[in-house]
Structures are given as structure tokens and as C-alpha cells.
């Protein structure tokens, strides 16, 4: 049974402080992270995917992926109150499946 | 260009009816995935599907089928529905269904059982 794990939060924040979202998944085989934010309501909206080891930046965004722990997390820099959300963490095993954990949500505070 | 398509947007049955849920993927991906989504869990795989064959299929019963047609649109069906079948139920769409590719989403249909 393959598992992913994320805090369910919630993430409390100040406006413009970092984020940090962590995740934990079982698969050693595991090639392939997303991360994706869902609003209240509304369908999980793709944000970053990283497949090697190290840090991916994307504009506020960075994911760092550490295989050999097994761990990837999203750090969300200038954190804005639009940023509040649940953020859920995807696992792709070699067909194209995804698992993914509960989600972190995260409250940004004005 | 339109994004994943899905419809209808919310629905509402009886425990025991059956529903067809539909899906379109975005304009040149030809791999479909659908998920389902309790209140307050993060999305369950379902079924992927690739030029109309199954690759993968979840922990589902029986009751849960789909297809996929030559315009590489889906189908989710549920027979003999219960109150656990109340859900948000996802279509996500990928290029070709191989590892690396991201999977984009489309808004759910919001299933309610009574």
C-alpha cells in the first residue's frame, strides 16, 4: 500500500513570511512529485512537479525533493493571503498514477 | 484553449441509480485519469485510461467502470449507487499517460447520494 503523508494543518503564516509544506511518501520506486493547490470548492490546480533531487524554483515557488529520505516539500516565499489553500502532495508511480496524501492546509494572515 | 472539461457540474441521485459522468481531455492529450475526492481527503485514483485501453485501475468495486472513445473523451460509470459514492469526482488529462507527465484537472462533478 503506497502512502503519502502531509500535516493536515493548518499552517498558520503572517502576510509575506515563507511557507513551508512538507510531505513523506512510502514508494522508494516513486519517480516523479507534484504539488497542487486546491481552493475551498474547487479542483486541485497544478503548481510545481520536480523529478530529481535538489530544489526547483518557480517564481515564489521552490520544491525540494530528497530521495533518499523520501521527502519533498514546497516552500512558498512572500506568502500573500491569496496563498491561503489546501496544498496537496501527488506521488507518481512508473505509470502515471498518482497518490496522493490528505493536504496541509495553509492560512496566510494579513 | 479549453482546459479538462467535465460534466455535468453537480448531480444529485438516490442510493441503488446508476450515473454517468463525462469528461474531456485537453486538446492533444490522449491520457485519461479519474479520481474521487471525499470531504476532506486528497483525490483517490480511479481508472487511467490510453487510446481507449485501461492501464490502471484503483481500489474500486466493480460497480465503478469507464471507457474512453476514439476522440479520447471518457466515461466514468457507478452502478447501484451507495451514500459512500458521495464525492467529488475528478477527470485529470496528460499527454501520453507516461511517467514525468503532469496530469491537469478539470472542475469535478459534485455527486450527492440521498
Known amino acids: 500500500q503506497k502512502e503519502v503523508e502531509q500535516n493536515s494543518g493548518p499552517l498558520s503564516v503572517p502576510e509575506g513570511a515563507i511557507a513551508s509544506l512538507n510531505c513523506t511518501y512510502s514508494d522508494r520506486g516513486s519517480q516523479s512529485f507534484f504539488w497542487y493547490r486546491q481552493y475551498s470548492g474547487k479542483s486541485p490546480e497544478l503548481i510545481m512537479f520536480?523529478?530529481?533531487?535538489g530544489d526547483k524554483e518557480d517564481g515564489r515557488f521552490t520544491a525540494q525533493l530528497n530521495k533518499a529520505s523520501q521527502y519533498v516539500s514546497l516552500l512558498i516565499r512572500d506568502s500573500q493571503p491569496s496563498d491561503s489553500a489546501t496544498y496537496l502532495c501527488a506521488v507518481e508511480d512508473a505509470g502515471n498514477m498518482l497518490t496522493f496524501g490528505g493536504g496541509t492546509r495553509l492560512m496566510v494572515k494579513p | 484553449d479549453a482546459g479538462v472539461t467535465q460534466s455535468p457540474t453537480h448531480l444529485i441521485k438516490t442510493r441503488g441509480q446508476q450515473v454517468t459522468l463525462r469528461c474531456s481531455p485537453i486538446s492533444g492529450h490522449k491520457s485519461v485519469s479519474w479520481y474521487q475526492q471525499v470531504l476532506g481527503q486528497g483525490p483517490q485514483f480511479i481508472f487511467q485510461?490510453?487510446?481507449?485501453?485501461?492501464?490502471g485501475r484503483g481500489n474500486f468495486p466493480d460497480r465503478f467502470s469507464a471507457r474512453q472513445f476514439p476522440n479520447y473523451s471518457s466515461e466514468l460509470n457507478v452502478n447501484a449507487l451507495l451514500l459512500g459514492d458521495s464525492a467529488l469526482y475528478l477527470c485529470?488529462?496528460?499527454?501520453?499517460?507516461?511517467?514525468?507527465?503532469?496530469?491537469?484537472f478539470g472542475d469535478g462533478t459534485r455527486l450527492s447520494i440521498l
Open positions: 520536480i523529478y530529481s533531487n
Open positions: 485510461y490510453y487510446e481507449k485501453e485501461e492501464r
Open positions: 485529470a488529462s496528460s499527454l501520453e499517460g507516461t511517467s514525468n507527465q503532469p496530469q491537469h
